[in-house]
């Protein structure tokens, strides 16, 4: 086991060593938090590669390379060159990276819960207001783009998908949000 790059390490607990099956749950969930962030806050791969850096994840997320092939772990991808398996470290760092971004844009994602608040209460769809129908229809281009089923998911499935993954961001921007999406990836392996 690798020494803890950071102190956050810790509040990553692990009850036991997750399933093949649970680190591909994890990776898909982690690459989707992400894919969230790109569509909203327009996320570059230098801006995940920044955030590894300021946390001392270089070791693990060192260049565009390991980022690709650490996105490219989720199965649901539709590429297979550089898969490879990704291992609870790389989660961790991932977990930590996305909620330093997520902690970074929280006011652009605060705004947008606001405004899908705002929608909700005057009973009118979402994507009419400018910056969520500009993020749901980024979430949904990326995701027909890249994952193995984006031609076979409705796109009203892809807007729940992306309107659910907004409110969390906001909690895993939120102060201790990287243990709360750790906790939730744990515990959506064991469901």
């Known amino acids: 086991m690798m ?3 950071t102190p956050q390490w810790e509040d990553l607990p692990l009850g036991h060593e997750p399933e093949p099956v649970e680190l591909d749950n994890i990776k898909t969930q982690l690459d989707l938090v992400l894919l969230a962030l790109e569509a909203l ?3 570059t791969s230098e801006a995940i590669l920044q955030a590894a850096k300021d946390l001392n ?3 693990i997320v ?3 390379v390991a980022l690709w092939r650490l996105r490219q ?3 649901n991808r539709k590429s297979s060159g550089g898969r490879k398996k990704l291992d609870v470290e790389e989660a961790r ?7 330093d971004l997520a902690k970074q844009h929280q006011k652009l994602i605060r705004q947008a819960v606001d405004l899908l608040e705002q929608q909700a209460e005057q009973n009118r769809p979402p994507h009419q207001a400018p910056l ?3 993020y749901l229809d980024a979430f949904s281009n990326t995701y027909q783009d890249r994952m193995e089923d984006g031609e076979k998911v409705s796109t009203d499935a892809l807007s729940k998908l992306a309107l659910k993954l907004l ?3 906001l909690f895993y921007g939120a102060p201790h949000g990287h243990r709360r999406l750790w906790l939730a990836l744990i515990n959506r392996t064991r469901n």
């Open 132 to 134: 969520l129908g500009d």
């Open 62 to 64: 060192a260049d565009r």
């Open 167 to 169: 409110i969390e961001l």
């Open 57 to 59: 994840l270089e070791s």
């Open 41 to 43: 806050a327009k996320i």
């Open 73 to 75: 772990s989720n199965p």
């Open 3 to 5: 020494p803890s790059p």
């Open 93 to 99: 760092a991932l977990v930590l990276i996305s909620c």
